[in-house]
């Protein structure tokens, strides 16, 4: 029994080092390695203690500092996703809601957009993931758009349009109507995964007469990461 208790101790101790190998960073492991191998080229060499402790610390610290200069190259190179997340943080602004109306057309008598800005330091992507436009509970079922996002480059403002109402909508209307706006965006770097995600409920005031215009109160907003 007491061998048996032993055995399953010096077990549990294996299990230790191996957990503990894989949760250590890889520069430590790495660095170790190199340190027990240039302990071990002294000891062979018959070099006093001294010497053999300095051998591994030396190289020790010299494997840590070059592993970490690789990784900062290699970050600087291409950013982590956690650094491009915080660097475009609420980098998606909507500075207004644009009204468009032309009701000599059936089809296409006005349309809302969101007249988006890019706030960041460089270029933008972003995709659309939820947009959706309600007026005295009037909307459109399937909305179908011509594209869900573009790139963005930096300071400019594009206008992401919702799919047009058509006469017969506008007649029932005009002249106010009253309405929620919608959306959810994914947005990041145009050479990386998207990293962050906008959210935005308005409060819509829309006039739809011989001076259209929309007014608008946000009633939630939110800029989280995904990362």
Do not use: C
Not at 60 to 88: C, E, H, L, M
Not at 114 to 120: E, G, K, P
């Amino acid at each position: 029994m007491l061998r048996l208790f032993k055995r399953l101790r010096s077990i549990s101790w294996i299990g230790e080092i191996v957990s503990a190998a894989i949760s250590a960073p890889w520069s430590i492991i790495v660095s170790a390695g190199l340190g027990l191998g240039a302990a071990a080229w002294a000891w062979i060499s018959s070099q006093p203690a001294l010497w053999i402790a300095i051998a591994a610390l030396l190289t020790f610290t010299a494997g840590i500092w070059a592993w970490n200069g690789v990784s900062w190259a290699r970050n600087q190179k291409r950013p982590p996703s956690a650094r491009i997340s915080f660097d475009y943080s609420y980098g998606l602004a909507l500075d207004s809601i644009q009204l468009g109306m032309d009701d000599t057309k059936e089809d296409a008598a006005f349309q809302i957009g969101l007249n988006l800005r890019n706030a960041t330091s460089g270029a933008l992507k972003y995709h659309v993931e939820e947009f959706d436009v309600i007026l005295n509970n009037r909307t459109i079922a399937n909305p179908i758009f011509t594209n869900k996002g573009t790139v963005i480059p930096r300071d400019s403002r594009p206008v992401f349009y919702y799919p047009p109402f058509d006469k017969r909508t506008l007649q029932e209307l005009r002249p106010r109507a009253e309405g929620i706006l919608k959306y959810t965006i994914l947005y990041g770097h145009p050479e990386s995964a998207y990293v962050r995600k906008a959210k935005k409920r308005l409060r819509l005031s829309v006039r739809l007469d011989h001076s259209p215009g929309v007014a608008y109160v946000i009633e939630s907003e939110s800029d989280e990461g995904l990362f």
